[in-house]
């Protein structure tokens, strides 16, 4: 291997880590899987990677579990909560105080909804404080990532090595580009 075969494979070694680091970073601010699990939840269904497809939970004697709630009130339940489960969220600073006060709000509104509506979306009421309580959990745990800028400052050295990364792959660029048949221009 000469000089040029070691620096074109430095490069491509340096630019996968850095898609790497922003691929973990771009998992860890995914928030979409709460949302999953919550409607998961409520349609009674689970992954199934063998078929790569969603299933009907089963119980021990290998009948099938029937939905929580029908279409419609999964689609009231996920519609009300996705405004409050998105990475600005994750990333913010909040306080512990402001959390529960959000996480109170949110309830609030849950609850509200499940009251009103628990008839028109087929829930049967002895699912009502499960619903609420798993809701309340998977925020509270989304919420608590901001905890005084917590995840923030997680991240802020990984972002600091992507960074890094990203600089050191453009310098090395930049000196190929001074080279002509291996010659250094300047």
Do not use: C
């Not at 996705?82 to 909040?94: A, Q, Y």
């Not at 608590?144 to 400052?153: F, I, T």
């Amino acid at each position: 291997m000469n000089e040029n075969d070691n620096r074109e494979l430095a490069q491509a070694l340096m630019l996968r880590q850095r898609q790497q680091q922003e691929s973990m970073i771009m998992y860890q601010l995914e928030t979409q899987d709460i949302l999953q699990e919550i409607e998961n939840y409520l349609k009674a269904v689970e992954y199934d990677p063998e078929t790569n497809k969603f299933i009907r939970k089963k119980d021990q004697d290998g009948k099938i579990i029937p939905p929580i709630a029908n279409d419609r009130g999964v689609n009231a339940i996920i519609d009300e909560l996705k405004p409050r489960v998105h990475k600005g969220i994750t990333l913010s600073n909040f306080s512990e105080e402001k959390i529960d006060v959000i996480l109170w709000e949110v309830n609030q509104v849950v609850i509200n909804m499940l009251e009103a509506k628990y008839k028109d979306f087929d829930i049967d009421p002895v699912f009502l404080p499960n619903i609420v309580n798993m809701i309340d959990h998977l925020l509270e745990a989304q919420f608590y990532r901001a905890l005084n800028e917590g995840e923030r400052k997680r991240l802020y050295p990984t972002q600091q090595t992507v960074q890094h990364l990203h600089q050191q792959t453009e310098n090395q660029e930049d000196k190929a580009r001074f080279k002509l048949f291996g010659k250094k221009l300047f």
